[in-house]
Nanobody, 123 residues
Framework: QVQLVESGGGSVQAGGSLRLSCTAS?????????MGWFRQAPGKEREKVAR???????TYAESVKGRFTISKDSAKNTLYLQMNSLKSEDTAKYYC????????????????WGQGTQVTVSS
């Protein structure tokens, strides 16, 4: 089983930036991996923020489109989430995950969840 470890969270003022990292404990052939970032705020359901598939095709939640960028670095075995123009509503715990099976670009099963990293944006 692959262990994913998130880092890079913290406290920032609205309008600021953070870059989250998600490093795999073992080699995961990041180039061909389908990975995603999720977040969960207190009292809310977990939502998918961004995903990048095995062709490096990316999609984003409407709420972060144009502000967040997901990317992979296969040499570092690491997934990133660059977050710019942060808003107070971005405050949440952020998680990365690996897609185990997908069809037609849609992930059928997410797993290998990390422990998460907290992002707090103050206005």
């Amino acid at each position: 089983q692959v262990q994913l470890v998130e880092s890079g969270g913290g406290s920032v003022q609205a309008g600021g930036s953070l870059r989250l990292s998600c490093t795999a404990s073992v080699y995961t052939a990041m180039n061909s991996a389908y990975m995603g970032w999720f977040r969960q705020a207190p009292g809310k359901e977990r939502e998918k923020v961004a995903r990048i598939d095995d062709y490096n095709y990316t999609t984003y939640a409407e709420s972060v489109k144009g502000r967040f960028t997901i990317s992979k670095d296969s040499a570092k075995n690491t997934l990133y989430l660059q977050m710019n123009s942060l808003k107070s509503e971005d405050t949440a715990k952020y998680y990365c995950a690996r897609c185990f099976a997908w069809h037609g670009g849609y992930c059928l099963s997410w797993g290998d969840w990390g422990q998460g990293t907290q992002v707090t944006v103050s206005s």
